[in-house]
């Protein structure tokens, strides 16, 4: 079974003005959609062919450049659609509200060392939140790696993470990583964060 794009649920426009319409329909139906055509002809026709792409990307290390980075181009975007929603959602709370404390001592905590991550990943990358050992950690990866590859600095479940390319934002916002990544902020959709944590 070959991975599909999947469709996102809201519109091209329903970000606005924090992500134009424009960068959402070119990411989703050009990086997005190239990065799954080429894993499917990355797969197809090799031992990897009907994994998942978890299974895939946990065992990394021994896969090709194409399978690597189209592999994490896939899931990563995948998270990333479904990790904001319009007008994002009400603060975490409950399980994943007591984990955040207890791993950064707050919220805001959390938000600087974050929006750290993401403004020192140098080129192209991911900054994450990512659950490792009950523990929740900030990391940043290069190009499309991510926290559940065996190559990963930091190792672990991905329950949140933002796109640093400059695909992501430079139409809106040029050169300005910051003002994206505070942006994002105002989008991201705790329910779906929490979801992720609770696996
Ligand atoms: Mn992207």
Known sequence: MAFELPKLGYDYT???????????????????????TNLNNAVSGSALE??????????????????????????NHNLYWEVMAPGGSPKPEGVLLDALNESFGSVENFRESFVQAALTRFGS??????????KMVVSSTPNQDNPLM?????QGTPVLGVDVWEHAYYLNYQNRR?????????????????RRFKG
């Open 150 to 154: 065996d190559v990963a600095d930091v």
């Open 14 to 36: 329903a970000l606005e003005p924090h992500i134009d319409a424009r960068t959402m329909e070119i990411h989703h139906t050009k990086h997005h959609a190239g990065y799954t």
């Open 50 to 75: 009907g994994k998942s792409i978890e299974e895939i990307l946990k065992g990394i290390s021994g896969q090709s450049t194409a399978v690597r980075n189209n592999g994490g181009g896939y899931y």
């Open 125 to 134: 990358g991911w900054a994450w939140l990512v659950l490792q050992n009950n």
């Open 178 to 194: 910051p003002d994206y990544v505070n942006a994002f902020w105002n989008l991201i959709n705790w329910d779906e964060v929490a």
